[in-house]
């Protein structure tokens, strides 16, 4: 059964912080790696999206990739109270139908 | 934002009793999805659909039926409702099938009393 793990949380950070959110997963044929983030009572939308390994910066999000151990990660920079949210990491291992979504972590960012 | 559109957005109904879940999509996308997400499990695939009647099972698929007679429209049916059904159901739409770009609907909450 392909996994993938995340820490729950509650993660708290305040405000201006770096929040790291990891994310393991268990098929090394897995080929594309999403972030989602899903506030409290919506739906989840996508913010970042990696193929490579290595790092992959949009404004003040940084995915990172390292598939020989099996691990992404989510980095927010000057974290803000509006990114308190739950994140998703989800993993594709073919195509759309075959992604498998973690349970997610929740974010907190104190003001 | 994609125009995605799901109703009922919430439903009370009894164990034993049919209910039809409606995605109503204005992207013309190929690909839709049925998503259930539950505390601690994450999200994950009822059925999806790749074409009009084209469809297919997915991770949690039993005491689920789909339909789509249209490209916009994508049905969730529970034929018997059961207590273990009530979740929050997620319909998605992608453009392309090889790829985790989904775009969700605003989701159904549905109570199984």
């Known amino acids: 059964q392909k996994e993938v793990e995340q820490n729950s949380g509650p993660l708290s950070v305040p405000e201006g912080a770096i929040a790291s959110l990891n994310c393991t997963y268990s098929?090394?044929?897995?080929?594309?790696f999403f972030w989602y983030r899903q506030y409290s009572g919506k739906s989840p939308e996508l913010i970042m999206f990696i193929y490579s390994n290595g790092d992959k910066e949009d404004g003040r999000f940084t995915a990172q990739l390292n598939k020989a151990s099996q691990y992404v990660s989510l980095l927010i920079r000057d974290s803000q109270p509006s990114d308190s949210a739950t994140y998703l990491c989800a993993v594709n291992h073919g195509s759309a139908r075959q992604l498998t979504f973690g349970s997610g972590t929740q974010l907190t960012v104190l003001p | 934002d994609a125009g995605i559109t799901q109703s009922p957005r919430h439903k009370v109904t009894e164990t034993g009793t049919p209910v039809t879940l409606r995605c109503h999509q204005t992207e013309n996308h190929r690909y839709m999805y049925w998503y259930r997400q539950d505390p601690g499990h994450g999200l994950r695939l009822i059925h999806y659909?790749?074409?009009?009647?084209?469809?297919d099972k997915g991770e949690v698929s039993d005491g689920y039926s789909v339909s789509r007679s249209k490209t916009e429209d994508f049905l969730l049916t529970l034929e018997s409702a059961t207590s273990s059904q009530t979740s929050v159901y997620f319909c998605a739409i992608s453009e392309s099938e090889n790829t985790g770009e989904l775009f969700f609907g605003e989701g159904s909450r549905l109570t199984v009393l």
């Open positions: 098929d090394r044929g897995s080929q594309s």
């Open positions: 659909s790749y074409g009009v009647k084209d469809t």
